[in-house]
C-alpha cells in the first residue's frame, strides 16, 4: 500500500479499481469522465448518486455505514477518455472540511485490496475538492492524488468541468448538496478559492496574508507572507515547478530557474540545469527533466532561506522552453513552495491563461526590511527560450 502526497502518482496494475471517499462526516462523492481538453462530453460523463452509471464508470453507495465510491473499468473507459477525476464535498449545505479532512482510498474493485491511500493535508474553507485522478498517459492508467480544493461546492467544480450548471430560481444561497443534474448552483468559472487566505490580495496597508491557518494558494499578483506564529520561516524551503505536455500533445522540454539580485535589482548570479548551485550552496537545483512527463514536481529547487547571503534580496523562479514551443502546449504549470523539513506544503500558484511564449515568471521572494521572506505569485510571459533572456524582465518584476 502507497500512502499518496499531493501529485504523487501511481500505476495500476489492474483494469478494475474503486477509489472511496471517507471522513468523520456524510460525504457527496461524484466522477467526471474527462476528454483530452480537460472538460466532460455532456452531463452524461457526470457519474452521482441520482445519475450511477456511465461508460465504464459508476457510483458505488456505501448505505451510510461505509464510505461511496467510484468504481472505475479502464478497459470499458470510452476512447477519447483521458481522465477520470473523483471529487466529494460534505454532505451538510455550506460545510466545509475545516476540520474534517477525508482520505480517499485506491482499491483493487474485484479483491478490495488497497493499493494507496490520500488524505489532502491543511485543508480550510474548501467545501468540494477534487481529489483524485484516474489518467491515461502513454497507452497505461495510473492514480494520482490531487487534494485540489473549491469554495463554491460542488458546483465550482462541475463548471470548471464544463457540466450545464443553472441559476437557481430564488435568490437564495445555493445548496450545496446534489441532488440532480446539472448542479444547482449560481454558474461560476472562477478558480478555486485559497485553502487559507482571502480571494484576492489584500489592499496595501490592509494586513498581510501569512502562514499561520496553514497553506495558501495563490492567485496572480497575491503575496504572503513567510511568516507563522508571529515567527520568520527562516528555514529550509523548496520551489517545486511542475508541468505537463498540453492533451494529446508531445513531450516538453522546459527548464526551471531562479535568478537571485541584490537590492538595486543588479544580477547576482542564476541557478538552472547548467548552473545546479549558486550563493554558496544555499540554492540549489534537481536537475533538467526533459519531458514534463509524469505528475508531481518536474524540477525542484532547494532554497536555505537562513543562509542566503545578505546582498541577495530578491529571487525570481522562472521556466523556459529551450526547445521553442510555447507555454499555449503546456497544461497544469504550477509551482509550489514546500518546508524542505516536513515536505509541507506551504504555498501554491496554478498558472492559469498560458500565452504562446517561450518563458513565463512564476514567483518571486523578496527579503523585507524585517528579514522575513514574501512570496508573489508572478505569471508573467516573457519571450526567452533561455534564463539569460530572463534577467532583465525578471529584474523589472522585483
Not at 350 to 372: C, H, N, S, W, Y
Request: proline residues 8%.
Amino acid at each position: 500500500m502507497t500512502a499518496m502526497t499531493p501529485g504523487s502518482n501511481i500505476p495500476l496494475a489492474t483494469a478494475h479499481v474503486a477509489v472511496d471517499v471517507a471522513a468523520p462526516v456524510r460525504l457527496d462523492v461524484s466522477g467526471l469522465l474527462l476528454t483530452g481538453d480537460g472538460k466532460v462530453r455532456s452531463d452524461d460523463d457526470f457519474i452521482f448518486y441520482n445519475q450511477p452509471a456511465g461508460p465504464g464508470v459508476s457510483y458505488r453507495s456505501g448505505g451510510g455505514t461505509a464510505p461511496d465510491a467510484i468504481v472505475i473499468d479502464t478497459s470499458a473507459v470510452p476512447a477519447g477518455i483521458e481522465k477520470i477525476v473523483v471529487t466529494a464535498s460534505p454532505d451538510a449545505a455550506g460545510q466545509s472540511f475545516q476540520g474534517i479532512e477525508p482520505t480517499a482510498t485506491v482499491r483493487d474493485a474485484a479483491t478490495g485490496s488497497v493499493l494507496a491511500t490520500f488524505t489532502p493535508p491543511r485543508l480550510g474553507a474548501e467545501t468540494a475538492l477534487v481529489i483524485v485522478e484516474v489518467y491515461l498517459r502513454n497507452g497505461a492508467w495510473k492514480a494520482r492524488a490531487v487534494g485540489q480544493g473549491y469554495a463554491n461546492g460542488l458546483a465550482g467544480i462541475a463548471t470548471d468541468f464544463g457540466v450545464s450548471v443553472e441559476e437557481p430560481a430564488a435568490p437564495v444561497a445555493p445548496p450545496m448538496p446534489v441532488t440532480a443534474p446539472p448542479v444547482p448552483a449560481a454558474p461560476s468559472m472562477a478558480p478555486p478559492a485559497p485553502a487559507a487566505a482571502p480571494a484576492a490580495a489584500p489592499a496595501p496597508g490592509s494586513g498581510k496574508i501569512n502562514l499561520d491557518k496553514g497553506r495558501v494558494s495563490l492567485q496572480k499578483n497575491q503575496t504572503v507572507s513567510l511568516v507563522k506564529a508571529g515567527r520568520p520561516l527562516l528555514t529550509q524551503v523548496k520551489m517545486g515547478l511542475g508541468w505537463e505536455p498540453a492533451y494529446g500533445g508531445a513531450d516538453i522540454d522546459l527548464d526551471a530557474s531562479v535568478i537571485a539580485y541584490g537590492p538595486n535589482r543588479n544580477h547576482l548570479d542564476s541557478c538552472y540545469f547548467g548552473k545546479l548551485s549558486i550563493l554558496n550552496g544555499a540554492i540549489k537545483h534537481s536537475g533538467d527533466n526533459l519531458t514534463g512527463d509524469g505528475a508531481g514536481d518536474d524540477e525542484v529547487i532547494v532554497v536555505d532561506l537562513g543562509r542566503i547571503p545578505a546582498e541577495a534580496s530578491g529571487l525570481v523562479f522562472t521556466v523556459n522552453s529551450f526547445s521553442g514551443q510555447k507555454f499555449s502546449e503546456v497544461a497544469k504549470a504550477y509551482c509550489r513552495l514546500i518546508d524542505a523539513t516536513t515536505d509541507e506544503e506551504l504555498v501554491r500558484f496554478d498558472l492559469t491563461g498560458a500565452e504562446p511564449q517561450t518563458g513565463v515568471m512564476m514567483a518571486k521572494l523578496i527579503r523585507q526590511f524585517t528579514g522575513e521572506w514574501e512570496m508573489t505569485a508572478l505569471g508573467e510571459f516573457v519571450k526567452s527560450r533561455t534564463v539569460r533572456g530572463m534577467v532583465k524582465p525578471a529584474a523589472k518584476s522585483l
